[in-house]
Nanobody, 129 residues
Framework: VQLQASGGGLVQPGDSLRLSCATS????????MAWFRQAPGKERQFVVR???????????DYADAVRGRFTISRDDSDNSVHLQMNSLFPEDTAVHYC????????????????????WGQGTQVTVSS
């Protein structure tokens, strides 16, 4: 199984970036996908999760810090997940990781790193003027 994150870079406050995570070796449509991030000197934190696609779409849960600015989407036809990040702040500076989980949504666990079995290598996002 491989998860390959890409799309990071150096941008100015207020700019946008689109991260992508390409996967292989995974029954992608059976996995929830998530993004976490780790800022310098801080612990890795949950950003957003998108569940498996269903009749009414996929459940999406955002961290409070990014809700309204970030949008996650998944493309089961090419086994990828994307994160559109708008109105970026310096506080968004971090290495961003994609992760995959076969587990169903649980309110008390979906933000936990140990819910996710597979991780990408991370892509650096730097927001600075």
């Amino acid at each position: 199984v491989q998860l390959q994150a890409s799309g990071g870079g150096l941008v100015q406050p207020g700019d946008s970036l689109r991260l992508s995570c390409a996967t292989s070796g995974l029954a992608f449509s059976n996995y929830a996908m998530a993004w976490f991030r780790q800022a310098p000197g801080k612990e890795r934190q949950f950003v957003v999760r998108i569940g498996k696609d269903g009749r009414y779409g996929a459940r999406i849960d955002y961290a409070d810090a990014v809700r309204g600015r970030f949008t996650i989407s998944r493309d089961d036809s090419d086994n990828s997940v994307h994160l559109q990040m708008n109105s970026l702040f310096p506080e968004d500076t971090a290495v961003h990781y994609c992760a995959a989980s076969p587990r169903l949504y649980r309110r008390d666990r979906y933000k936990r790193q140990d819910e996710y079995d597979y991780w990408g290598q991370g892509t650096q996002v730097t927001v600075s003027s």
